[in-house]
């Protein structure tokens, strides 16, 4: 295991069952373990070998749960004979609520870690879509200009390079930091979405017709909805 827990901070977290009376968006979350897709976010601890927490397997939000880890399983993953469990030296201690991953597996609203306030995904119209310019085209190479997106948040303005077409109809949502960019296609059926932190672009999907229905569930979701579905895709 890379970056194994301090003594000092394995005894900080409470033992097993102690937390028990306090809901779930309210347990503390004192650890993070990591290696791929796989996290595990911990709450409890008995002092020798099992932990109580939270467990993303493999980016499978369906599947993710709260239950029992086997502290010393984690500390003997080998993946590909040498690539071990990491424990996040930067993780601020905060609740199962403040966390992207749970809210995202549980389907709760993401909360403010400094604030503890709901972040709700809403509608944003303080934006502006343009075509980059002729000297931006040519310096990546490209025979066609890409799209662009202007946009202001609380931290200043950001403009983005989209992977979207011409053709495409825009929705623009925000939910604490995050903008997210929909762009559909009705006439070639395929779907992208890409998320923006102010100067810096998170991730992104593209959906092509065939694989739509598989992913969102169907072909016709309102916007907001098909981003909360295709962001638990997201790596």
């Not at 109580?52 to 880890?69: H, K, R, S």
């Not at 992207?100 to 303080?126: E, F, P, Y």
């Not at 040519?138 to 066609?144: D, S």
């Amino acid at each position: 295991m890379f970056n194994k827990p301090a003594s000092a901070q394995l005894a900080s977290i409470p033992g097993l069952y102690q937390t028990e009376d306090i809901p779930l968006k309210q347990k503390l979350i004192h650890l993070h373990f990591f290696i791929g897709g796989t996290d595990f976010f911990i709450c409890e601890y008995n002092g020798t070998d099992t932990f109580w927490g939270f467990v993303l397997l493999n980016g499978d939000y369906e599947m993710a749960e709260f239950g029992y880890i086997n502290f010393d399983e984690l500390k003997s993953i080998r993946v590909n004979g040498w690539q071990e469990i990491d424990c996040d030296l930067h993780w601020q201690i905060r609740t199962a609520s403040q966390v992207k991953k749970i809210c995202i597996a549980q389907g709760w609203n993401l909360q403010d870690h400094s604030t503890g306030k709901d972040h709700l995904m809403r509608r944003v119209n303080n934006y502006s879509i343009n075509r980059e310019s002729t000297d931006d085209m040519i310096k990546a190479g490209r025979f066609n200009p890409c799209l662009e997106i202007t946009f202001r948040d609380r931290s200043g303005q950001y403009t983005h390079k989209l992977s979207a077409g011409t053709d495409d109809v825009m929705d623009v949502y925000r939910e604490g930091r995050e903008t997210y960019v929909l762009s559909t296609n009705s006439s070639l059926g395929y779907i992208g979405l890409e998320v923006l932190e102010g100067a810096d672009k998170q991730s992104s999907i593209f959906l092509e017709s065939h694989q739509v229905k598989d992913v969102i569930g169907c072909e016709d979701l309102a916007p907001f909805n098909a981003i909360k579905r295709m962001r638990e895709h997201l790596m």
